[in-house]
């Protein structure tokens, strides 16, 4: 096959690439954010006085589309090294030596290797003898760093997130814990320790502060990274934190303070399956305590040893799965079924509001059990006295703390019947992941699970769960009692919203699944083109997330644009104010908001993430996006608001769908047949 190649070596012919170079990045290689055309753009500026910058853009010549593209830095102040050092990419940091190459076109490497052997061999000669043995051993090396990108596989990753912690932590640090312990203890030796963790949407200035104190003192942070030329003064971390300022892509920085004063930092990218260390740095008077080290292994114990995790079931007003087992408890046929709906309830939850809604709904047989541990005796015994109490024959979990009582109600009642519904998972933490394998473990136990979406039945059966053993039933809403007709919103009047502007929403728990941050950014972007446009966001949260968006909006100046209503009751009203639906989640199971938008007739615009793809059809009833890809979930929605005959109809579409696919009464029924046949079966 004949390549043509480009070479650019200066930043003013680069810029004209940066479009085409970041469509190729998004469309061929997603969720490497460290070779966007504004992260190139940072080093360059940063380190272009101390280095010669070849970008080699490789195209197929019939088609004329870039197939590749090889983005290198000459570094003058290692030359003298061995000669695979001589050439470093650009995109991830020093060290990294991978290029983009597309399937099946890495023998176009060849023909880049001949252009730089040419060119970079006369640029370093002063300094090393480069030779074509040596520029051969170099393309070997880079054709083996391409294979990997093609397959898949991150490279210099710091932390990898699918399955090799534990083979990190020995590989690194066969005494984990040990070691924070050693490095913790040679540093408080001189004073009080703290640590500190910001993402994007953090203080900016506290933490510019802080790094402008380390960079003081720090030699690897000095080196190199400030010049004077045309572009005028510019610095590495002050280009990253404008880029940090205008997007988020997960970059994080950890500050390690002794007496509140600042002596390391570490800095990088966090993506869906590693943590990408962009820069590190520490005053060097205190290398000999290594809080290099200590800030390493810091970072790795905050994000992946001691997360944070909710059970569904004690979440304030709940989410979709509760509306869906309140609202088939007040349905099923009572002369039939007697439904006892159990919750547990963690002690400290203050603000616990589903008891509430179970009264409102008119449900009497109704208990909560406070849960205040992992394997809580006391309540354990309350859920077995209940189901002596009532002579229960059925249990029916719906999340994975219920999974291990479930079992454990068995163990205890050899002949009850116990049966799952998988309403999806969420897994953000190494916890959660753990969390989720014992519950497969568990979930072995049950002959029954019942799954919301497609997407949920084939992680049931991809983690063990015998294809026989699981059924595909649809969430579904009240489609008679979630219609527009009839109902005349006051939403507008109530937050001072004109009918000639915009609405945008989302509803639903304020958590981390639900990447409000995104949700936001996505916000900033539509405002730029609409600007008469407001953004609701109904529902609430921990005090901290809630906090947390609040100074987000701030941080983005949308103080005027966003309204947070907390939890509402009269969600018929509140959608009925909307033009568009909008959710960003990372992960879902079957959203019932969704279900209730489309039967509201209000367009969606929704991330293409679990069981959403089987209710939103893309560019019929609705449109996708990928998660996190804020460009084109902006890019959507605006043309909506542009299009107003085509919300229209979308919406149409949705409510057929809805009405025809998702009706309440015939999932109860599938539900009540279910327990029937259980009882019938006395295995």
């Not at 040990?178 to 933490?207: C, L, M, P, W």
């Amino acid at each position: 096959m004949k390549y043509k190649i480009e070479v650019i070596q200066n930043i003013d012919e680069y810029r004209k690439y940066t479009t085409e170079w970041d469509a190729f990045i998004n469309e061929n290689f997603p969720g490497c954010f460290t070779r966007m055309s504004q992260w190139l753009i940072a080093w360059w500026l940063t380190y272009g006085h101390n280095a010669k910058v070849l970008i080699y853009v490789i195209r197929e010549v019939c088609s004329n589309q870039i197939i590749g593209l090889v983005p290198l830095i000459l570094w003058r102040h290692i030359f003298s090294g061995f000669p695979v050092r001589l050439l470093e990419n650009l995109g991830r940091g020093t060290g990294s030596d991978e290029p983009l190459i597309i399937n099946g076109h890495i023998d176009c490497l060849r023909q880049v290797f001949a252009d730089i052997s040419k060119r970079a061999r006369w640029d370093v000669i002063k300094f090393s003898r480069v030779s074509s043995k040596s520029m051969e051993s170099l393309h070997n090396v880079f054709v083996s760093q391409a294979y990997r990108y093609q397959h898949h596989v991150t490279p210099n990753y710091l932390i990898n997130l699918e399955g090799t912690f534990d083979s990190y932590i020995k590989r690194r640090s066969k005494n984990f814990r040990k070691n924070i312990n050693k490095y913790n203890n040679r540093i408080s030796k001189q004073g009080a320790v703290h640590f500190k963790r910001y993402t994007a949407f953090d203080d900016t200035k506290e933490v510019r502060k802080f790094v402008k104190q380390i960079a003081e003192t720090s030699w690897q942070f000095k080196k190199g990274t400030s010049h004077n030329n045309r572009h005028g003064s510019c610095s590495f971390m002050d280009c990253i934190f404008r880029l940090w300022e205008k997007h988020n892509f997960g970059q994080e920085i950890f500050i390690l303070l002794l007496e509140k004063k600042p002596i390391a930092f570490l800095f990088g990218v966090k993506t869906e399956h590693s943590f990408n260390m962009i820069d590190i740095a520490f005053d060097p008077a205190y290398s000999q305590l290594s809080p290099g080290r200590l800030i390493h292994l810091y970072m790795i114990k905050s994000m992946y040893l001691e997360p944070k995790v909710k059970l569904r079931g004690s979440d304030k007003g709940g989410g979709g799965p509760e509306k869906t087992i309140l609202l088939s408890a007040k349905r099923h046929d009572k002369n039939a079924f007697f439904i006892l709906v159990t919750y547990l309830r963690n002690p400290k939850d203050k603000v616990f509001q589903i008891a509430n809604k179970a009264r409102e709904m008119g449900i009497s047989n109704f208990v909560e059990i406070l849960d205040r541990r992992m394997l809580d005796l006391k309540c354990i015994f309350e859920l077995n006295h209940l189901l002596k109490k009532y002579q229960i024959q059925i249990v029916h979990v719906h999340d994975q703390k219920t999974t291990l009582l479930g079992v454990l109600m068995k163990m205890l009642n050899s002949k009850i019947k116990i049966m799952h519904t998988a309403h999806g998972w969420i897994v953000i933490y190494r916890k959660d992941r753990i969390k989720q394998r014992i519950q497969f473990l568990l979930l072995k136990c049950y002959p029954l699970h019942i799954a919301v979406s497609k997407a949920t039945r084939d992680i049931l059966v991809k983690n063990g769960i015998p294809t026989q053993k699981t059924k595909l039933l649809y969430n579904a809403i009240d489609v008679d009692y979630w219609q527009r007709n009839g109902i005349k919103s006051t939403l507008r009047e109530e937050f001072n919203i004109g009918s000639d502007n915009y609405v945008i929403d989302t509803v639903g728990r304020l958590s981390e699944e639900k990447d409000l941050p995104t949700f936001l950014q996505v916000a900033k972007n539509i405002l730029e083109v609409y600007p008469n446009s407001y953004f609701v966001i109904v529902g609430d949260g921990e005090k901290s997330t809630v906090n947390t968006l609040k100074n987000i909006v701030k941080d983005l100046g949308l103080e005027k644009s966003v309204i947070f209503t907390g939890r509402r009751t009269d969600l018929r009203n509140v959608y009925s104010a909307f033009d568009i639906f909008l959710t960003t989640s990372l992960t879902e199971g079957l959203p019932n908001t969704v279900l209730e938008a489309m039967a509201m007739e209000v367009p969606v615009v929704a991330t293409r993430v679990g069981g959403v793809p089987e209710l939103v059809i893309n560019d019929d009833t609705g449109f996708l996006c990928e998660p996190g890809n804020r460009k084109a979930i902006a890019d959507k929605v605006i043309s909506l608001l542009s299009d107003e005959a085509k919300r229209r109809n979308l919406a149409k579409i949705a409510r057929k769908r809805i009405v025809k696919k998702m009706c309440f009464s015939y999932r109860l029924k599938q539900i009540e047949n279910y327990y029937i046949a259980q009882l019938r079966n006395h295995r």
